[in-house]
């Protein structure tokens, strides 16, 4: 589904560590996903510089490895399933990869490593939103993308515990938003049937979905935390955050009936089009009035 803007909710993350906000003992930020916005919001919660990415020098701070479009699942997965992916490379796998080998490069011994994360923060996330709209988007149905549920939320479960076991001792990992809200998702199964949408005119069974992948998720991270006691781990829910955004839509100063359009398009209901999203030239009109929006969308 590519990077969303999180920018008006990003600050739910930082509340949630808020008990450790003064004097605040996090010296960087480490960076894994699809979007670099949500860690430099963390960064900057935390009054510290925002982390590089992985190829630029100068990680003092920390290290951005999100890429864009990034999945949780491997390209094998999606191959198997005739599934494209715009990228092969841009998994969380990868992500970790880079991570581990660029912890090679600023400690040599586990002691040394603990040492050097523990007062770190990971934002772990968020993952499987991609893996799901390249499954439906393809045209696969939604009974069959259940089933990927278990594997993504298994692949993040693995990432956060070798992280765990690299040194890590802070971790913040999101959930994904209510898919069946998104411009994207809202145009692309768009449906006749007024049962079909929710109070907030959200599409139903997308929502249901999300829930799901969101419930397993926080199961994987309390067992997790069973595991690893000594360990901080916090589940940030981007639905919760989300959603609070399209309950007081008046209060946070967005345009009635915006609240599911994409701040970039070509009219229609959603605003939305597939073939030209935001980001491309025609659409540099749109940063001006992104801030009266909730929705991003760059697939």
Do not use: W
């Not at 809202?186 to 007024?194: E, I, V």
């Not at 781990?233 to 946070?252: E, P, R, W």
């Amino acid at each position: 589904m590519g990077s969303l803007l999180f920018t008006k909710f990003v600050v739910v993350i930082s509340m949630l560590l808020v008990s450790v906000r003064a004097g605040c003992p996090f010296t960087a930020t480490y960076g894994f996903g699809d979007s670099s916005s949500v860690v430099n919001h963390l960064a900057s919660a935390f009054h510290l510089p925002s982390p590089k990415p992985y190829l630029q020098k100068d990680k003092a701070y920390g290290v951005n490895f999100a890429a864009p479009e990034a999945t949780a699942l491997n390209s094998s997965f999606f191959e198997t399933r005739e599934i494209k992916q715009s990228s092969s490379n841009n998994t969380l796998d990868g992500q970790l990869e880079q991570f581990m080998t660029y912890l090679d490069t600023i400690c040599s011994t586990h002691h040394g490593c603990v040492k050097k994360l523990k007062h770190a923060v990971f934002l772990v996330g968020e993952f499987g939103a991609n893996d799901y709209s390249n499954a439906l988007f393809q045209g696969k149905h939604l009974e069959e993308v259940d089933y990927y549920v278990t594997p993504v939320v298994k692949s993040i479960k693995d990432a956060v515990k070798n992280l765990i076991k690299a040194g890590a001792v802070n971790l913040v990992v999101p959930g994904i938003l209510p898919l069946g809200c998104l411009p994207s998702y809202l145009t692309m199964f768009h449906h006749d049937d007024p049962m079909s949408y929710d109070s907030k005119k959200c599409l139903r069974s997308f929502n249901t979905f999300a829930m799901l992948h969101n419930d397993h998720l926080q199961q994987a991270l309390a067992d997790l935390r069973v595991e690893y006691p000594h360990v901080q781990i916090v589940y940030a829910s981007y639905y919760k955050a989300f959603t609070a955004l399209l309950h007081n839509h008046d209060l946070l100063g967005f345009e009635k009936g915006s609240l599911t359009k994409a701040c970039c398009g070509t009219g229609g209901l959603y605003n939305f089009d597939a073939t030209k999203m935001c980001g491309s030239e025609v659409f540099q009109f749109a940063l001006i009035r992104q801030s009266k929006f909730t929705g991003m969308e760059t697939i």
